[in-house]
C-alpha cells in the first residue's frame, strides 16, 4: 500500500523535524513523500481522528528518520523497527522485481495473492517477457497484489 506523507522542516533551521501523515498548513515548509508500507501494515485512525499507522500486531507505528544522512525512514513501533521504501514518483517505471521486493513478497507469495502464475512473474522479472504484454487482468492482479499503481509497472516502449 502506497501512502503519502510529509517530511516538515523546523522552522528554526533547515533541519528535518518528524514525519507525519497529514499535509501541514501552508506556512510549514515540507517534503512529500510517497512511502510503500511494509505487508500487513494499515492505516487507520487514532481515537482522535489523527491519521495512523498500525503494524499487523496493531500496534501504533510513528514515522522516523535515520541513516547517517537521516535518509531512510523507519516505521518503528513499541516491539520492532522497519525500514518504509520510498514509492516511485509519478510517470517512474518501476521493474516487477523491484516492486514485489520492496513489498516484502516472494515470487510464490505474489504468485499466490494475484493469482498470476509464478513462471509468468519469473519470465518477466528475467526480462523474457514484457509486463505490458500481458492480460491486463494479470497485470492488474500483480498491481494489486504488490499495492502499486498499474501504470508503474509498465513501459510505454513495451
Do not use: W
Amino acid at each position: 500500500m502506497i501512502i503519502y506523507a510529509y517530511q516538515v522542516r523546523a522552522a528554526s533551521s533547515n533541519e528535518i523535524d518528524n514525519i507525519v501523515l497529514r499535509r501541514p498548513d501552508d506556512d510549514v515548509i515540507y517534503t512529500d513523500l510517497r512511502l510503500v508500507l511494509p505487508q500487513n501494515y494499515t492505516l487507520g485512525e487514532t481515537h482522535s481522528g489523527e491519521p495512523a499507522i498500525y503494524d499487523e500486531m496493531g500496534e501504533y507505528v510513528s514515522l522516523c528518520l535515520g541513516g547517517s544522512r537521516r535518509s531512510i525512514v523507519f516505521a518503528v513501533s513499541a516491539t520492532r523497527r522497519r525500514v518504509v521504501k520510498q514509492a516511485p514518483r509519478d510517470g517512474y517505471v518501476v521493474p516487477l522485481r523491484e516492486a514485489r521486493l520492496a513489498a516484502g513478497l516472494t515470487v510464490k507469495q505474489l504468485s499466490d495473492a494475484s493469482g498470476v502464475y509464478s513462471r509468468q512473474i519469473q519470465s518477466i522479472e528475467a526480462g523474457r517477457t514484457f509486463a505490458g504484454n500481458m492480460s491486463a487482468r494479470n497485470l492488474l492482479a500483480l498491481a494489486d497484489a504488490i499495492g502499486v499503481d498499474i501504470r508503474t509497472l509498465i513501459d510505454k516502449d513495451d
